[in-house]
């Protein structure tokens, strides 16, 4: 008889199973809330629970065959799986032609982040999502941010066919870890739909970025792709749909595109959509019109250029105040995320250890080395805290210019979208305390997670969410930062805490 150890707000609990049955099942009747709005029909995508070694599955579908350790979501997450159901709209399930490649087909939505990417399985008979796994972005060896990558490549067939086969070669091994999983075979992986910013759909379809990192920043292609498996070397059924969504500009991605039309049309008109990654891409809709930018905000909040950064994966630091730290899937600390950072810093600011103009005089230990999963102290240096300092006046900057172009004030909007990694994890009053968005939005944020990845699922499941990008597309306009007169004294005012 198998068991299962359940972690779940710090606690943890050892439960027996019967051979063969959903977890799901088991987890309520050992008194567990499992939220399920589809009612356990693997439809919603909501019962989401992390399988230790395997990833991120539905309990609804995953049946229970040997012993494992199972995470539950913590409050935080519990909101944001609630929140993403009110917030994200619903179409109807129609995959398109690649459902009649195989008799068991598989679909695989993908966002490409500079620092992470996320696999999300579908089954394609129903819509069903099987397993998520997140893995850390192999082309980080070459550099933290996109500029960084993009000199590394520019005008360097060598170089660029590198860094495209360091990411084909991730996305390979992770179909062969679900054919495993789900006893597949590769063939039944019929359709592949990929999100993620301008330069990383780039370098993903083996295209030199060198013309989005010099003025006036355009990049070879920004409308939708099909791709070939075979030319990208991709395991996979040979006549797979391999689809790049749409970008707008340089700096303004698929992904962006894709989270923005994943949020239900029933919404309020006014509203902010803030994804902060390494850059932090900003969109402000008004009625018939949608403001976009992408803020520098530099590779801080995804854990670069932090000296115990790291990306949201288990045992970074992902909460802290008063009552101590919490990691992710509550492992061992290893190092600090993007939302536990801004919530250290937070802390800091209300202890008077950081002063409003980021002067901090010593490092601060959050995790003494005895407690630390690396035997070393995970610290804050004041130099992590300058990086804080210039990130958040970008993206605050960058908020500021568009409410201009507008023509609105903050007292227009309805609500504030959260989109990304961090947006799953960040504390809305610490990101207000540390000046990330303005304090008059504190009541109105709704995080939805990483819509991205929505959104790439969404035109994975159904051929009516490109109508929907196509009709987004038309009301964007993208506002270069760079070129506005504003912009310099914005960041530099918003520098201070």
Known sequence: MPYITVYKDNQKKKIFANHGAYLQTLLREYGYVIYSPCGGKGKCGKCEVTVRGEGTVLSCRYIVDRDIDVILPDKRNAEILVSQYESIEELPFEPGKAFTLSSRPVGVAVDIGTTTIVFYFIDLTDGALLETRSVINPQINYGADVITRINYCARNPLRLKELQKVLISTFNDQFSHFKDFADVTLKDIVKITVAGNTTMLHLFAGIDPYTIAIAPYRPVFTERKCLNSGELGMQVHPDAEIILLPSVSAFIGADIVAGLASLKKSGPEYFLYIDIGT??????????????????????????????????????????????????????????????????????????????????????????????????????????????????????????????????????????????????????????????????????????????????????????????????????????????EDFPQEFAMNMYF
Request: proline residues 4%; glycine residues 12%; aromatic residues 6%.
């Open 279 to 484: 850059n932090g891409e900003i969109a402000l809709s008004v009625p018939g019109k949608i403001w976009c930018c992408a803020a520098a905000a530099g590779p801080a909040f995804e854990g670069a250029n932090i000296t115990c950064g790291m990306g949201a994966l288990e045992g970074a630091v992902s909460a802290f105040g008063n009552s101590g730290y919490h990691t992710i899937a509550n492992g061992q600390p290893v190092g600090i995320c993007g939302s536990g950072l801004v919530d250290i810093v937070a802390f800091l600011l209300e202890k008077n250890i950081i002063n409003l103009e980021g002067y901090m005089e010593n490092d601060f230990i959050v995790v003494p080395s005895v407690r630390s999963g690396t035997g070393k102290p995970i610290i804050l240096t004041p130099s992590d805290v300058r990086e804080v300092q210039l990130a958040k006046s970008a993206i605050m900057s960058g908020i500021r210019i568009l409410f201009k172009k507008a023509g609105i004030t903050v007292n227009d909007l309805k609500c504030v979208y959260i989109a990304g990694g961090f947006g799953n994890y960040i504390s809305t009053s610490s990101a207000v305390k540390t000046g990330i968005i303005p304090g008059e939005l504190e009541n109105k944020v709704v995080p939805v997670g990483n819509a991205s990845g929505t959104g790439a699922m969404l035109s994975l499941k159904s051929v009516h969410f490109d109508k929907k990008i196509v009709e987004l597309l038309k009301k964007m306009e993208h506002i270069e930062l760079s070129v506005e």
